[in-house]
């Protein structure tokens, strides 16, 4: 995820012009190589700061950590055929101090998530690297909750310039966190157990979501088994999580991924789709999917209205851009899921 703070206009060094300019112009300059003397547009490399860089390290490392308990939940649950129990999820808080090795069943699930939401990130940030876009180091954002985190986005410094540019930022996250996140996903597959009522709400205290890409595997590898009754193992379910922060990322609204993409091709569209886009997924929690989409849908609804800068360059993508835009659209259907989450009433 990339997000535009103010913007800062000091990414460039200006020599005033002199106070008394000769009046007579020199002849046979090649205009188009060599600057007026006396006016130099030099660019000053962007670097984030040292503060910065300390900044991201702990906010990682606090990351890893929520993402080392929730990982320990899912290999206890795994072992116990189980898809969650809060219960073993706040006995692996407990752990920091009762017993610290006992986390490393937690690695598996941290490692394998940090990953793909790490490739997501340094997918936009060498993407504005190379066109030289100023932009922080990923932020990570740790949360104690299922997942163990709330996944990561750079602050991006300075105005996107080109169309072009535009789109290689906003899609270079998602494509590449994809790449890492369906190797982890087909291990998933390959690894998964088979546990009849897995999905039965009279048992189970939280019911994840099955993605149209876990379908399409498990259709592969376990045919006729239903995917309802086949539980992941914590690397699967690292890509699972993968998968659904890809997925509320390309949404096509507002500054999210999926509304870079979208307005590198269309401004008009995306306009549209960035006032009816969060009704309706509002309308998704309305409807029972999720309660989360309240949330949600009220957060992109408040990003319509934050000021974007806009593109000086409006040069149509190419083709080979216009293809990774309809294969940006292609991971969205495959990673979305109406309902990640069901906690049946009976659940804590």
Avoid at 82 to 102: I, M, N, V, W
């Amino acid at each position: 995820m990339s997000v535009y703070p103010n913007l800062r206009a000091d990414h460039f060094v200006t020599t005033p012009l002199p106070e008394n300019p000769s009046t007579s112009l020199p002849v046979n300059v090649d205009w188009s190589s060599a600057p007026p003397d006396g006016l130099r547009h030099t660019p000053v490399p962007y670097r984030p700061s040292r503060k910065m860089l300390f900044l991201a390290c702990i906010l990682f490392l606090l990351t890893f950590c929520t993402c080392l308990v929730a990982g320990t939940q899912f290999a206890a649950a795994y072992s116990q055929n189980q898809a969650f129990s809060f219960d073993e999820f706040l006995r692996s808080f407990t752990l920091f101090y009762k017993q610290p090795l006992g986390l490393a069943a937690g690695l598996p699930f941290a490692l394998t998530l940090l990953t793909i939401l790490l490739t997501h990130e340094l997918g936009h940030f060498f993407a504005c690297r190379y066109h030289h876009i100023r932009a922080t180091y990923p932020f990570f954002i740790p949360f104690p909750n299922l997942n163990g985190t709330f996944g990561a986005f750079i602050m991006i410094r300075s105005p996107i310039l080109t169309n072009r540019a535009l789109f290689d930022v906003g899609a270079s996250g998602p494509l590449v966190g994809f790449v890492f996140a369906v190797p982890a996903l087909v291990y998933g597959v390959l690894h998964a157990k088979l546990v009849p009522g897995l999905a039965n709400p009279a048992n189970a205290e939280v019911i994840y979501g099955t993605p149209l890409l876990l379908r399409l595997l498990d259709a592969l590898v376990h045919r006729g088994i239903s995917p309802d009754a086949l539980l992941l193992p914590p690397v699967g379910r690292a890509a699972w999580v993968g998968l659904f922060v890809t997925s509320l990322n390309l949404v096509p609204v507002a500054q999210l991924d999926g509304g870079h993409i979208l307005r590198s091709i269309s401004t008009r569209l995306h306009r549209y789709m960035s006032l009816f886009l969060p009704l309706g997924i509002i309308l998704l929690g309305l409807a029972g999917f999720w309660d989360g989409w309240y949330i949600w849908g009220a957060l992109l609804l408040v990003m319509r209205f934050l000021r974007v800068s806009p593109t000086y360059d409006p040069t149509t993508l190419n083709p080979a851009r216009r293809r990774a835009a309809l294969f940006a659209l292609l991971i969205f259907l495959l990673s979305f899921m109406p309902a990640p989450f069901f906690f049946p009433s009976g659940s804590h």
